[in-house]
């Protein structure tokens, strides 16, 4: 076959097959009529090298191989390396998937990334499942759903540890508490404090007004202290 042949069949420029010839891999011979020509042999030479370079190795490990001169500690290094892109590529690939709907359940895949959105780009993230047609108060209750319980637990601590031996877990005192009671339109014959923690707010507005208060706090040591 004449070297414009060969380049079509193996999808190779013509000046890189004379490249090719120079270095050795191919060995065209010439016709009568000066055109060189190649056989079967040298169109296969040239796909061993062109899965050998698909597989990440060099033009000169390509040769080294086709000359069986074969380096099995850079293959096996190769190999490894192959394993990690293909599993990069394999989450890559499950996530698209997820995202178009074709998969049955969400994959590990698209809550790896959602983690990792909600992580670094938290913003970002939520405009975007607002785009999907969620509504404010989803997005909200998405960004509570997906918190790391083990994050909120290790923050609760730490915030207590900060305040442990205060009479106030929250902004103000008790002249602020009553200054802001006063100022009410209308006195109220409920009371509901959410996030009551001591009850230093509580006990407050238990001084200067008559209403059953109900007290609540996720912190059971808080509750406790109220009740002392």
Not at 137 to 151: A, G
Not at 173 to 194: K, S, V
Request: charged residues 25%.
């Amino acid at each position: 076959m004449k070297i414009s042949e060969l380049a079509r069949r193996c999808g190779l420029a013509r000046s890189t097959l004379l490249y090719y010839e120079k270095l050795g891999v191919i060995e065209g011979v010439r016709a009568a009529n000066g055109y060189r020509h190649y056989d079967e042999a040298d169109l296969q030479r040239l796909q061993m090298v062109q899965a050998l370079q698909a597989g990440g190795l060099s033009l000169k490990q390509c040769l080294a191989c086709l000359a069986g001169e074969i380096d099995q500690a850079a293959l096996r290094a190769r190999v490894e390396e192959l394993d990690i892109e293909l599993a990069r590529m394999q989450r890559a690939r499950d996530l698209l998937a997820d995202l178009a709907g074709m998969s049955a359940h969400s994959g590990e895949a698209f809550k790896a990334w959602q983690l990792q959105l909600r992580r670094e780009a938290p913003q970002a993230y939520f405009d975007w499942v607002m785009r999907q047609g969620f509504s404010e108060k989803d997005r909200y209750q998405l960004q509570w759903l997906s918190k790391d319980m083990n994050e909120h637990q290790r923050y609760i601590r730490d915030f207590k540890l900060l305040l442990d031996g205060m009479s106030h877990w929250g902004p103000g005192d008790r002249a602020f508490t009553q200054q802001q009671f006063e100022a009410l339109a209308m006195t109220p014959n409920r009371i509901l404090d959410i996030g009551c923690g001591r009850g230093a707010a509580t006990l407050a507005l238990a001084q200067v007004c008559d209403a059953p208060i109900l007290a609540i706090d996720l912190d059971e040591t808080a509750l406790a202290a109220l009740d002392r």
